[in-house]
């Protein structure tokens, strides 16, 4: 997906408020907005949106010589979602569908973003995983049935910390015995890196891998070979979040796209409702 | 008033929202948001927020070759708000205190702005009136009824097309013989000009002028000779809506603002809760 023109202003917003919750010092909100200013006035469009996220969260950690600055949001994002694990684990034991209903957790988890607005709450995250079991789900549930279990291996791509205690409930299901798991290659806002995977409690068979990059989202080109390899490779991709499907939608593999559509231009390109609940399978995705 | 970093992001989407009400060239869109984004890294930021709304306007009025794209708006404004003018009379004829019925009406009229968000229409015009003529107003009414009785002149300036049809309900209860009316020297956005003080049929012995200036607000440095002489010859200076406040709220001379806090750096600027309709007199005023 490229960059819009409605992408500028939003961008210019989360870097100020990125900035602000970064550092106190308003010189440095200031370098920050003049530096994201500049660089939108000469960006190149065709680039994914992740691409400014990934040079506007450099910028920050190297003004403030930071280099984890969500760090702790991350770890009350894990224990807010450690807290609520049980309780769903146990309604995926009682389901009829237990696959259905882990994908949709783990879509509901994609709740727990820092880039759209900022930190949520426990309550939000409940009730927003409540809603997510009964209301429709944007997809094809059987085709992603289909190609997980014809799958030999499975590369899943994590998208946030906390959201990936509910990618556990999903790997569960799909077994982890062929299921890799994707982490961001260095911190970036709230995405999950290894840290975040260890402290979601996955199971010890689980492969976790990371992608060598510190993009919110795949940005293929500045990930490591050995990722690329494994991108290749995979016989079915689960791609978790927008960032993964803002920088994944034009890649030529088949993908399994799971996010809540949080952003008006995303849920445009990908031509759902905002606020759905979206499971694209290849034949949908592409674009 | 200054321009705050949280200024930018909105002179940014504000930017792309009138490029495409006015145009629907996509390439003149790019171009807009490109250009401001660039104005914007580099501004000074002691210079208050319309004199970038001056530079967007008029950069889209020269890509476009459209002089006064809000015309049809403006118009459009002006008869909504002369369709509610003869409910709002009788109002004040019934009123107890005519001179706080008509202030509360003036400053509600400010409702009517394009600048923040988009169009208004007719129905959440009546509902803001109605509910100014109860609600607290942030200010001392007293004080301005003590200073309107002394004043031999009083400079009026307008904010709004539309806006304008109230505050003729207001210059009739100060007595048009001793108000000048000052609408803007050209079209910016939906701000009154001489064609819009026509059309809100106020008094045939009411005296108009024009600042000379196309900056929606009062731009002092930008406006004729002819406007600053009568600007500091005035016993009272009434400025209706934010621009207005923005431009004039650290000129040294007593200035009666009138508005409705739409915007929360102005708000907090003022010392006033976001949304609350605001009567600031000169003791209260400055910074």
């Excluded at 593999?253 to 949080?262: P, Q, T, V």
């Amino acid at each position: 997906m490229r960059t819009y023109l409605d992408c500028i202003p939003c961008f210019v917003r989360q870097a100020l408020e990125a900035a602000r919750m970064v550092s106190a010092d308003a010189a440095i909100h200031e370098r920050v907005l003049r530096e994201v200013l500049r660089w939108s006035s000469e960006m190149d469009m065709s680039q994914p949106p992740p691409a400014m996220g990934q040079r506007i969260h450099r910028l920050i950690r190297a003004l403030t010589g930071v280099n984890d600055p969500y760090r702790p949001a991350r770890e009350r994002q894990n224990r807010m979602a450690g807290d609520l694990l049980a309780e769903f684990q146990a309604e995926i034991a009682a389901a009829s569908d237990p696959l259905e209903m882990a994908v949709r957790l783990a879509i509901a988890g994609n709740v727990i973003d820092m880039g759209v607005h900022g930190d949520v709450k426990k309550s939000a995250v409940r009730s927003s995983l409540r809603q997510a079991m009964r209301e429709p789900l944007a997809g094809d549930l059987q085709e992603f049935r289909r190609a997980s279990r014809k799958a030999r291996v499975i590369l899943y791509l994590a998208d946030n910390a906390g959201e990936i205690v509910f990618d556990r409930l999903l790997i569960e299901q799909l077994g982890p015995a062929r299921v890799t798991l994707a982490v961001r290659g260095g911190p970036v806002i709230n995405d999950a890196t290894r840290a975040d995977a260890r402290a979601a409690g996955l199971p010890g068979s689980l492969e976790i891998v990371d992608n060598g990059s510190d993009a919110p989202g795949t940005l293929l080109p500045d990930c490591s070979d050995e990722f690329r390899r494994r991108f290749a490779a995979a016989d079915m991709v689960v791609a978790k979040g927008q960032g993964n499907y803002e920088t994944l939608s034009r890649e030529r593999r088949g993908i399994h796209f799971l996010f809540k559509a949080k952003c008006p231009m995303i849920a445009e390109h990908a031509g759902v409702a905002l606020g759905a609940h979206v499971l694209l399978c290849p034949q949908a995705g592409g674009g």
